[in-house]
């Protein structure tokens, strides 16, 4: 397809259950951005690959949180052991270029996690 | 610390009339600033972008953007609102970080 796209769109987890969520970029785009936004509040930035090296991870809330992208393309943000407090929407965007500043970042639909 | 404001939660204006939506940061050096849009179940979806050069920047939709330095703003506008604008609106800094503003929801009002 012509954007991002990223699956499930929807998960619920039982509190403890650990969840992967898979993010397919824009062919070709360089930089892949990971967020969690919360219920009523903006995106609050997770990490940051480019190609397959991320280069900021500064965002991850806890080392609960692994996100990998080991071909460059494709990127997975795996949650372990689930909390209630990481229900969220998780968006998922990439960028053409190298740039985490200037670049435009393209978002997917997000996923909305749910821990029950 | 970066940060980015959103003053106002909703933004009601009827359509046909112009509309503004308000956003100021404080960032410790020049940042580069964005608007996006939200629809419901949707993704955000790219309007416009100041990086450097004309203050007025113009966007998808009509829309446009005015980045003021001295009053560290970028509000939104566009001249005349449709009732397909109705949605939630970001604001984001983009400098050593990436930051959103909590967002503003604005309705068009037929």
């Known amino acids: 397809g012509a954007g991002v796209s990223q699956s499930p769109r929807y998960k619920v987890a039982k509190r403890g259950q650990d969840v992967a969520l898979r993010c397919d970029p824009i062919?070709?785009?360089?930089?892949l951005f990971w967020y969690q936004q919360a219920l009523g509040q903006g995106p609050e930035f997770l990490t940051y690959?480019?190609?397959?090296?991320?280069?900021?991870k500064s965002g991850l809330p806890s080392d609960r949180f692994f996100a990998e992208r080991p071909e460059g393309s494709v990127s997975t943000l795996k949650i372990q052991r689930t909390q209630q407090e990481d229900s969220a929407v998780y968006l998922c965007?990439?960028?053409?270029?190298?740039?985490?500043?200037?670049?435009?970042?393209?978002f997917g639909p997000g996923t909305r996690l749910t821990v029950l | 610390a970066q940060s980015v404001a959103q003053p106002e939660d909703q933004v009601n204006v009827a359509e046909g009339n112009p509309l503004t939506v308000k956003c100021t940061y404080s960032v410790s050096g020049n940042p580069y600033l964005f608007w996006y849009v939200q629809y419901p179940n949707r993704g955000l979806q790219f309007l416009l972008k100041?990086?450097?050069?004309?203050?007025l920047v113009k966007g998808s939709y009509g829309f446009e953007a005015e980045f003021n330095k001295s009053q560290t703003s970028f509000h939104l506008k566009k001249p005349s609102a449709l009732v397909s604008d109705s949605a939630l609106y970001f604001c984001a800094a983009f400098y050593q970080k990436v930051t959103f503003g909590t967002g503003t929801k604005l309705q068009v009002i037929p």
């Open positions: 690959f480019q190609n397959e090296a991320q280069l900021d």
């Open positions: 965007a990439s960028s053409q270029e190298g740039s985490r500043t200037t670049d435009t970042q393209y």
């Open positions: 100041y990086i450097t050069g004309d203050n």
């Open positions: 062919s070709g785009h360089v930089s």
